[in-house]
T-cell receptor, first 115, second 112 residues
Framework: DTEVTQTPKHLVMGMTNKKSLKCEQH?????MYWYKQKAKKPPELMFV???????INESVPSRFSPECPNSSLLNLHLHALQPEDSALYLC??????????????FGPGTRLTVL | GQQLNQSPQSMFIQEGEDVSMNCTSS?????WLWYKQDPGEGPVLLIA?????ELTSNGRLTAQFGITRKDSFLNISASIPSDVGIYFC????????????FGRGTQLTVWP
């Protein structure tokens, strides 16, 4: 299995809702990432988990809460989002967090719309 | 955060033509990666480069790791309509944290 899967594919939520995005990989990778991407822009790093520990939080607002239950799973919990949070949310994984191990493989993304 | 200087921003070419795009930085990178992204999908890794001067091919794609370690280029030969998409370069500066720095992307349009 050489892919990263993400669910759901699309999500529409109100500003008072709580929802979660899920990401899974079975490549034995030990680093996992959340990115936010706006149309025609490069991915923006949000969080990095390395060996199931949070190693980077790019000053992301607390309405986004990451969780890494085990080495194969990564969640992003969403609460009280704003319309400007609407974007494509990408999950990625790599064998490790540095050098030649940092070939990041991306999932298909979750298209999030906040009303 | 720091971004790589990727050019051109967009290209409009005819099927069969060759394409060249590049990324430059004022900083040294240990790894260069090239991705292609189709609309509504995640980026797909095309080529990874690890050594200064390295030249790597993947089918009609060829990429090089610049000798100064501050640049990389991607060539696509004999373009076809399915080459349409946004191409991103990304670099790893060798930290242990996993951060990649991305270029702004090159939007490629191929006319039949």
């Amino acid at each position: 299995d050489t892919e990263v899967t993400q669910t759901p594919k699309h999500l529409v939520m109100g500003m008072t809702n709580k929802k979660s995005l899920k990401c899974e990989q079975h490549m034995g990778h030990r680093a996992m990432y959340w990115y936010k991407q706006k149309a025609k822009k490069p991915p923006e790093l949000m969080f990095v988990y390395s060996y199931e520990k949070l190693s980077i939080n790019e000053s992301v607002p607390s309405r986004f809460s990451p969780e890494c239950p085990n080495s194969s799973l990564l969640n992003l919990h969403l609460h009280a989002l704003q319309p400007e949070d609407s974007a494509l949310y990408l999950c990625a994984s790599s064998q490790g967090p540095s050098g030649a191990y940092n070939e990041q493989f991306f999932g298909p993304g979750t298209r999030l719309t906040v009303l | 955060g720091q971004q790589l200087n990727q050019s051109p921003q967009s290209m409009f070419i005819q099927e069969g033509e060759d394409v060249s795009m590049n990324c430059t930085s004022s900083s040294i990178f240990n790894t260069w990666l090239w991705y292609k992204q189709d609309p509504g999908e995640g980026p797909v890794l095309l080529i990874a480069l690890y050594k200064a001067g390295e030249l790597t091919s993947n089918g009609r794609l060829t990429a090089q790791f610049g000798i100064t370690r501050k640049d990389s280029f991607l060539n696509i030969s004999a373009s076809i309509p399915s080459d349409v998409g946004i191409y991103f370069c990304a670099g790893d500066r060798g930290s242990t944290l996993g951060r990649l720095y991305f270029g702004r992307g090159t939007q490629l349009t191929v006319w039949p």
